[in-house]
């Protein structure tokens, strides 16, 4: 596996935005599709954005309009923009880049 190092999440108020990031350590970019999920403890892992290899990007539909999701051009980075926070946006997210997974964000959204 790669490393992968991220970076971005915390605490903030509801209505806020957040900007997470991901990024490959020690290895050259390329082929790699990436995506982000979140995870609360009991329950089912949940899929949350993909940037793919190829530039296309997709967004779980009940998160569309609120997150996004890009890579940066060397494409060993990747970003989960989330804007107007709410509560229920808390968890633990998580990205995977390939076949290798960071180690999870934590994001705590007050009201």
């Known amino acids: 596996q790669v490393r992968l190092v991220e970076s971005g999440g915390g605490f903030v108020q509801a209505g806020g935005s957040l900007r997470l990031s991901c990024a490959m350590a020690?290895?050259?970019?390329?082929?790699?599709?990436m995506a982000w999920y979140r995870q609360t403890p009991g329950r089912q892992r949940e899929w949350v954005a993909a940037?793919?290899?190829?530039?296309?990007?997709f967004v779980h539909e009940s998160l569309r309009g609120r997150f996004s999701v890009s890579a940066n051009d060397a494409k060993d980075t990747v970003f989960l923009q989330i804007n107007n926070l709410k509560p229920e946006d808390t968890d633990v997210y998580l990205c995977?880049?390939?076949?290798?997974w960071g180690q999870g964000i934590q994001v705590t959204v007050s009201s």
């Open positions: 020690g290895v050259t970019s390329g082929g790699y599709d």
């Open positions: 940037a793919m290899a190829d530039g296309t990007t």
């Open positions: 995977v880049i390939g076949d290798s």
